[in-house]
């Protein structure tokens, strides 16, 4: 089992950056892949990046290639999402989960998962 905390979400104004992280709790934290989803209001959940167990290799939507950077910090069991040139639609609630495999883009490669953070963009 492992759970896993979100923190760092906020209101920022649209250009702006916000730095999300994720902190797990089991100490082979570097055993698992993790990616970060998001869900905005009357829309499905959907991927945003995905980090490997050695950080060696990253996923990202097409949506926020360029902006987004995905992170780990195995000695402190962290995930980051560091996001810049925010944009409105990037309002959501971003959640953070942790996968027995190596990368994965779907929800469904995912075992487990936080209670999210809300971000919200503004103009």
């Known amino acids: 089992q492992v759970h896993v905390v979100e923190s760092g979400g906020g209101l920022v104004q649209a250009g702006g950056s916000l730095r999300l992280s994720c902190a797990a709790s089991?100490?082979?934290?570097?055993?698992?892949?993790m990616g970060w989803f998001r869900q905005a209001p009357g829309k499905e959940r959907e991927f945003v990046a995905a980090?490997?167990?050695?950080?060696?290799?990253?996923r990202y939507a097409d949506s926020v290639k360029g902006r987004f950077t995905i992170s780990r910090d195995n000695a402190k069991n962290t995930v980051y999402l560091q996001m810049n040139s925010l944009k409105l639609e990037d309002t959501a609630v971003y959640y953070c989960?942790?996968?027995?495999?190596?990368?994965?883009?779907?929800?469904?490669?995912?075992?487990?998962w936080g209670q999210g953070t809300q971000v919200t963009v503004s103009s």
């Open positions: 989960a942790a996968s027995i495999r190596e990368i994965a883009t779907t929800s469904a490669g995912y075992d487990y």
């Open positions: 980090i490997t167990w050695s950080g060696g290799t990253t």
């Open positions: 089991r100490r082979t934290f570097s055993s698992y892949g």
